[in-house]
């Protein structure tokens, strides 16, 4: 196994590297105080490629593989895991699952403006009451006999990029059928009549990002909105969610990285009892813990990205990276926090946001809980739902 990237990754990487250092880290602490991030970082976004890595040039993307996407988003991660979310969600959960569900026309439509960011995708799934329980979601969409339109009705909560996107994938149900068997999914524009995008504040985390809820009252959409067959919709967003998995553990490793390169610097910074705290061996317990973390779940994300690119199974391969590298970029926060004593609780420094950041990951695109029930069933061969 070769771990080394290629030029080609690297190059991307470095990119990424500039970017980040020129466009986000110096902004992060302001738009986390704002509870806003600058929209005009999306077109940024998109002019640099990173909104449309992994999709073909053919429709607007940059192409590239999923370790140059990892090797991105990880980036994205280290300076502000508000800015990560919206190329994870955009990209990762909607313009791929265009790209590998839609029709012709739904993909000429939906992924030039996509990868430019002209548009901005986000993905329908939770519910107020319906999260780790994805497949019992309450909106429906009813076939209007008349005209074939189907009519959706319902909530949608949690929703990342809410009050950004043009357009949502939607998940409703469409039939009788019990559980994720009556669930299909639907391309919706955010222009649509009747849906209505309420921002949600107070956030502990994420706190820049713009996270929505979506009410939906009689919004009509045509049957050519449907992505893939009818009563497939849960199928289709739990390959989404595959993927997208791999994407949060990558910003989880930039989240633990930019722990790590915070305390060794302060650290070797900070003194008390005339020398530096870097020189204390429970100090270096703490940095050591954080980077061996960092490594662990780099290399599981990267597992990941390998077996995308070579076609083969990944989809338990993203449970356990992402199961670990959210739990990891929570233990490194932490372990950063205690390196930087009450100066961590000061929002001057990074790694109060860190923690606050750090443990959404744990909660969204399934919890550590149900990674866990995913990798024992597949070791197990039973299901535990």
Not at 296 to 325: E, N, Q
Request: net charge negative; charged share 25%.
């Amino acid at each position: 196994m070769d771990l080394a990237l290629s030029e080609e990754q690297e190059a991307v990487r470095r990119l990424a590297e500039d970017f980040v250092a020129r466009e986000v880290t110096p902004h992060a602490t302001a738009w986390d105080r704002a509870e806003e991030v600058d929209r005009g970082i999306v077109k940024k976004l998109g002019a640099v490629g990173f909104l449309g890595l992994t999709i073909p040039e053919e429709y607007g993307g940059s192409g590239g593989d999923h370790l140059a996407y990892c090797l991105v988003t990880e980036e994205l991660g280290r300076g502000d895991s508000s800015v990560r979310g919206i190329v994870s969600v955009s990209l990762g959960l909607v313009a791929k699952t265009i790209a590998s569900w839609g029709r012709e026309e739904q993909k000429r439509e939906w992924l030039p403006r996509l990868a430019s960011g002209e548009a901005l995708g986000c993905f329908g799934l939770t519910e107020p009451g319906t999260g780790s329980d994805a497949g019992n979601l309450a909106t429906r969409a009813v076939r209007d006999g008349g005209t074939g339109d189907y009519v959706i009705n319902g909530t949608k909560m949690f929703i990342t990029n809410g009050t950004w996107a043009d357009v949502v994938l939607l998940f409703a149900r469409t039939g009788d059928a019990p559980g994720h068997k009556g669930v299909s999914a639907f391309l919706v524009p955010t222009d649509t009549p009747g849906l209505a995008r309420r921002p949600v504040h107070g956030k502990l985390g994420l706190r820049g990002q713009a996270t929505a809820e979506l009410v939906l009252e009689d919004v009509r959409v045509p049957a050519g909105a449907m992505l893939g067959p009818e009563g497939k919709g849960f199928t289709v967003a739990m390959s989404a969610l595959a993927k997208g998995r791999m994407s949060v553990a990558a910003g989880c490793v930039g989240i633990a990285q930019t722990a790590l390169d915070a305390a060794v610097r302060y650290a070797g910074e900070r003194e008390q009892f005339g020398k530096p705290i870097a020189s204390y061996q429970l100090v270096q317990e703490l940095i050591s813990d954080i980077a061996v973390d960092v490594d662990a779940a780099r290399l599981l994300t990267w597992r990941v990205a390998d077996l995308i690119d070579r076609g083969l199974d990944f989809a338990t391969a993203a449970s356990k990276a992402k199961l670990y590298a959210s739990e990891a970029a929570v233990r490194a926060a932490n372990n950063a926090l205690q390196v930087f004593g009450g100066y961590g609780y000061i929002d001057e420094y990074p790694v109060g946001k860190l923690v606050r950041d750090a443990r959404v990951m744990t909660l969204y695109e399934g919890t550590s809980q149900i990674q866990k029930l995913i990798i024992g069933r597949a070791l197990t061969g039973v299901s535990a739902f």
